[in-house]
C-alpha cells in the first residue's frame, strides 16, 4: 500500500509523513457511500437500525430472565372436585382414560409465570386464555404416560 505498486503489499519499513499524505488522498469520502443496487440485491442495513435490533433484543433477553416461558401442548383442566376427582393421581387417571378413549384434544400453548400468576397463551395470537394464581398452586407432579409427558398441579 503506502509507497508500493501493488494494492495489497507490505512493507516493513515506517511510515513517513508524506506517505500518510498519500493515504488521505487514496481514501476518499465517496469510497465508503453504498454502492447503488443492482438485481435482487438487498440494501444492508443502517448501522442505527441494527443498534435498534440488538437493543431490543437485549431487553427481551432481560426481561425473560423475570419470567419462566415454555411451549406446552395443553390437554385438559381437571377440576379436584372432592367427589369423583380428590386428588392430583386422580386427575392422571382420568386424563389417561380420556387418552385411551382418544378424546383428549391438545392445543399447543404458551405458559408462563409473571407477576404471580402461571398464564396460558395461544402461541400465535399470544391471546392470554387462562390465569391462575401461583398462591392456589398446592402440588405439582410430572407423569408419563404413553403419549404425553404430562405436568398436573393442584
Known amino acids: 500500500m503506502f509507497g508500493n505498486s501493488g494494492p495489497f503489499t507490505y512493507s516493513p519499513r515506517a511510515v513517513l ?5 498519500q493515504s488521505k488522498s487514496f481514501f476518499q469520502q465517496d469510497d465508503f457511500k453504498a454502492a447503488p443496487l443492482k438485481g435482487n440485491a438487498i440494501p444492508r442495513p443502517s448501522g442505527k437500525s441494527i443498534y435498534m435490533q440488538r437493543k431490543e433484543y437485549s431487553e427481551t433477553l432481560n426481561r425473560q430472565s423475570d419470567n419462566f416461558q415454555v411451549r406446552v401442548e395443553h390437554l385438559f383442566n381437571c377440576e379436584l372436585d372432592g367427589q369423583e376427582v380428590k386428588t392430583v393421581n386422580d386427575c392422571v387417571v382420568k386424563l389417561k382414560k380420556l387418552d385411551a378413549k382418544g378424546r383428549l384434544w391438545p392445543q399447543d400453548m404458551i405458559m408462563e409465570i409473571r407477576g404471580g400468576y402461571l398464564l396460558l397463551s395461544d ?3 399470544k391471546v392470554e386464555l387462562e390465569s391462575l394464581p401461583l398462591s392456589c398452586i ?3 407432579k410430572l407423569c408419563w404416560t404413553a403419549a404425553y409427558t404430562t405436568l398436573c398441579w393442584q
Open 17 to 21: 509523513q508524506d506517505d500518510h499524505s
Open 138 to 140: 398446592l402440588q405439582t
Open 123 to 125: 402461541i400465535e395470537t
